[in-house]
């Protein structure tokens, strides 16, 4: 294998967030890109790529095969939600290192992801597959409010809301349905029973069926009926990691994943772990960069090793904290201002604001998303996970934005940040 082995990685995504995933691959490898546009921001890190539909798997698969035929591919690799299946495939086809796709494909389907977690014993919510409003009405009364409501196979807790009685059924039942008509895996809804404890995630790394659980990710989620994140925080001493590693494994070996990153969602719910969901792939949020300042643990590069079936290197060499605030306003509206108020402490990481005075944000409770009402994002240091969250309070104070609603100026209110 030459020393900077080429690796084809699909769906490269935002640079935003997942800019530092695509630069810490080429430090190692070369890169062949497979996407949806022409390449803009990727260019200083590849060396060729193919633009394909990447919502087509039979584009995608000779699109990969394309680059197959001009480079000698190590491996195939992805942190897009909605390709990892037919990047398994891709990898399949070229007798490259990867979970095999119908397990990805469980993944994919939480509805199938549940059955296993059943058949397994691996601890988790009660959940039905319906089809209609009144199927779900059914299975709510069973299950017994409140209860979740959710698209099958989507991500980004799009369509996903907390209902708790009847009359609100029929309003989430419309939410969830509509977004689960855009999925290519499956379009059912399921109803959930709803875990009430804090919400973590637990980012794992397993390499030919063998798992390591690398850190615990505390998230801060939105009031209900939503589940938008609004903050991550990752300390490499958390206390957490030993209790929630053996759910965690549980939960891998249960849906058959073999080789690759996971980002497994949890609720504690008296203090013991019920999976929610597993990603089978790199978490967003900028939550593997987290990861790394805390730990020194390069998850990127663990995935691209993995793909090459070469064994990851996950020694810890740091042993500090990090969280990550992800900047909403109160307010749906026009962003006409936008600004930091101060110097910028050193433990600030990283500041980065992905709208401009100008643009429209709407937030989930006026139909939006978090891809419509989120600002930016901004990231903080510290030697414990408290510390980096009161940093990243303390940050998002000093951040002033102005939203213009058809009633008028409406300025954020300065004491809760921008998360609202």
Not at 255 to 260: E, H, N, P, Q, V
Not at 269 to 293: K, Y
Not at 331 to 348: A, Q
């Amino acid at each position: 294998m030459p020393a900077r082995p080429v690796v084809l990685v699909v769906a490269p995504g935002d640079e935003n967030y997942r800019g530092y995933c695509l630069e810490q691959v080429a430090d190692a490898y070369r890169v062949v890109l497979l996407t949806g546009t022409e390449p803009s921001w990727e260019k200083p890190h590849i060396t060729d790529h193919a633009v394909v539909d990447l919502s087509d798997p039979a584009a995608l698969l000779a699109g990969g095969r394309a680059l197959a035929a001009r480079h000698d591919l190590a491996g195939v690799m992805t942190w897009d939600e909605w390709s990892v299946v037919p990047t398994a495939r891709l990898a399949r086809q070229l007798g490259l290192s990867t979970t095999a796709p119908e397990v990805m494909q469980g993944c994919r389907n939480k509805a199938t992801a549940r059955s296993l977690f059943a058949r397994h014993g691996v601890p988790s919510a009660a959940s039905v597959s319906v089809r209609t409003r009144q199927e779900a009405e059914a299975a709510a009364d069973r299950i017994g409010y409140p209860v979740v409501l959710k698209p099958a196979s989507h991500a980004g807790a799009i369509g996903v809301l907390r209902v708790d009685d009847r009359d609100q059924l029929t309003a989430a039942y419309r939410a969830a349905e509509r977004t689960a008509g855009q999925g290519a895996e499956s379009t059912s809804v399921l109803v959930e029973e709803f875990l009430d404890g804090p919400e973590i995630s637990v980012e794992c790394v397993t390499y030919r069926g063998a798992t390591t659980v690398v850190a615990v990710n505390r998230k801060t989620i939105s009031p209900p009926p939503h589940f938008e994140q609004l903050a991550h925080s990752v300390d490499a001493d958390d206390p957490l990691r030993e209790t929630v590693a053996p759910a965690a494994r549980a939960a891998i070996n249960a849906l058959g994943i073999t080789d690759g990153v996971s980002h497994i969602e949890m609720r504690l719910v008296d203090g013991r772990p019920r999976l929610i969901e597993v990603n089978a792939r790199l978490a967003g949020d900028m939550i593997g960069h987290l990861v790394r300042l805390a730990t020194g643990i390069d998850l990127v590069r663990a995935a691209a090793d993995i793909a090459c079936d070469r064994a990851p290197d996950l020694t810890p060499t740091r042993s500090s904290a990090a969280a990550v605030r992800l900047l909403y306003p109160d307010t749906s509206g026009t962003l006409t201002h936008l600004t930091y108020d101060g110097p910028r402490p050193t433990w600030l990481d990283r500041l980065h604001y992905q709208c401009r005075p100008g643009d429209q944000l709407l937030l989930p409770a006026d139909g939006g998303n978090l891809y419509t009402g989120r600002i930016g994002y901004l990231i903080t240091t510290a030697t414990t996970g408290q510390q980096a969250r009161a940093r990243a309070d303390q940050a998002a104070r000093a951040v002033t934005a102005v939203l213009d609603r058809t009633s008028g100026p409406v300025v954020l209110r300065r004491e809760r940040g921008v998360c609202g």
